[in-house]
């Protein structure tokens, strides 16, 4: 199993002119066919109107990988897009690039030029975050050894997903996943054996 991927942060929109030709960047971040199919059919009817609205994709599960030049000549536009997703190993992220037509032709170099650097720009705007395969945690603790424990976890590689107060603190965590048995055997250890973290879910989450 792959212990870490690349993604996008969040829905993100930008764009240029190249020759009166307007281009908008849009990507989103996607799991399945369907969420990447539905957000290129969002953007498509935002911009009915437009002369192309060209899309490439990338999903983990399958290692699927789809685009389209939508009426641009052939490898100008989802191509120059895919290989954007591909070099900078994005995943789980779908980009589709509108062009409003200026009347200005910019040729095969200009069009694949244009399509790249405005997914470009809608990338750094979605901005790109690591995710890792991580061991979600659950404890309970006196106010005491909570306030050891957040010294403990300052700066570390533990996030903190949710913390419960009441007559005990009961706190859920996350951990990378090859550093679930260091922590356990760490806060055992620390809590002189009073406090066992117990693993509840292993899944993928930002690090």
């Known amino acids: 199993?792959?212990?870490?991927?690349?993604?996008?942060?969040?829905?993100?929109?930008?764009?240029?002119?190249?020759k009166r030709s307007r281009f908008i960047g849009n990507i989103c971040?996607?799991?399945?066919?369907?969420?990447?199919?539905?957000?290129?059919?969002?953007?498509?009817?935002?911009?009915?109107?437009?002369?192309?609205?060209?899309?490439?994709?990338?999903?983990?599960?399958?290692n699927i990988k789809r685009y389209s030049d939508d009426g641009e000549p052939q490898g100008t536009a989802g191509t120059p897009i895919l290989h954007l997703?591909?070099?900078?190993e994005i995943t789980?992220?779908?980009?589709?690039?509108?062009?409003?037509?200026?009347?200005?032709?910019?040729?095969?170099?200009?069009?694949t030029r244009a399509y790249g650097h405005?997914?470009?720009?809608?990338?750094?705007?979605g901005e790109i975050k690591r995710m890792g395969l991580c061991s979600i945690l659950k404890l309970k603790t006196?106010?005491?050894?909570?306030?050891?424990?957040?010294?403990?976890?300052?700066?570390?590689d533990v996030h903190m997903q949710s913390e419960e107060f009441l007559e005990n603190v009961t706190l859920t965590f996350s951990v990378p996943a090859?550093?679930?048995?260091?922590?356990?055997?760490?806060?055992y250890e620390q809590s002189e054996g009073k406090i066992t973290a117990q693993k509840i879910s292993?899944?993928?989450a930002e690090i």
């Open 1 to 18: 199993m792959c212990m870490e991927y690349k993604t996008v942060k969040t829905a993100a929109e930008d764009e240029f002119t190249e």
């Open 29 to 62: 971040p996607v799991e399945t066919v369907e969420e990447a199919n539905a957000f290129i059919e969002k953007i498509k009817k935002t911009h009915y109107n437009a002369r192309h609205n060209c899309f490439a994709y990338i999903l983990r599960d399958g």
């Open 178 to 187: 090859e550093r679930e048995a260091f922590w356990i055997k760490t806060i």
């Open 118 to 125: 405005a997914a470009k720009l809608a990338l750094q705007k």
């Open 142 to 156: 006196d106010y005491g050894f909570y306030q050891r424990l957040l010294a403990l976890f300052k700066e570390t």
């Open 92 to 111: 789980d992220a779908v980009i589709v690039v509108t062009r409003y037509f200026g009347g200005i032709l910019l040729g095969t170099g200009g069009l």
């Open 202 to 204: 292993q899944n993928f």
């Open 85 to 88: 997703l591909e070099k900078e």
